[in-house]
């Protein structure tokens, strides 16, 4: 069974840190590229940032390049995004994705 189950979401003040992650199982993840999307309220979805299978290989929004490092584990199956010098506008529920499949998404408020 193919699932996705990303964590780390939670509340934090402008300027603070986050890190998301998201673990794969039920299938071979790391064949393939995985991506990382957010969306916010009364939004649509969008692209956040990727890494190739081998992680060798990065890409970012232009909205969070410098502030956001997308990276995995192969061994443990396991995709992460370090967030950093968060802003109001990092806001949305942020979801993980590889072929076909999405996680649940992870809740990511940024407020003081």
């Known amino acids: 069974q193919v699932q996705l189950v990303e964590s780390g979401g939670g509340l934090v003040q402008p300027g603070g840190s986050l890190r998301l992650s998201c673990a794969a199982s039920?299938?071979?993840?790391?064949?393939?590229?995985m991506t990382w999307y957010r969306q916010a309220a009364g939004k649509e979805r969008e692209w956040v940032a990727s890494i190739t299978s081998t992680g060798t290989i990065t890409n970012y929004a232009d909205s969070i390049k410098g502030r956001f490092t997308i990276s995995r584990d192969n061994v443990k199956k396991t995709l992460y995004l370090q967030m950093n010098s968060l802003e109001p506008g990092d806001t949305a529920v942020y979801y993980c994705?590889?072929?076909?499949?999405w996680g649940q998404g992870t809740q990511v408020t940024v407020s003081s």
């Open positions: 039920g299938f071979a993840s790391s064949l393939y590229t």
């Open positions: 994705h590889v072929r076909d499949y």
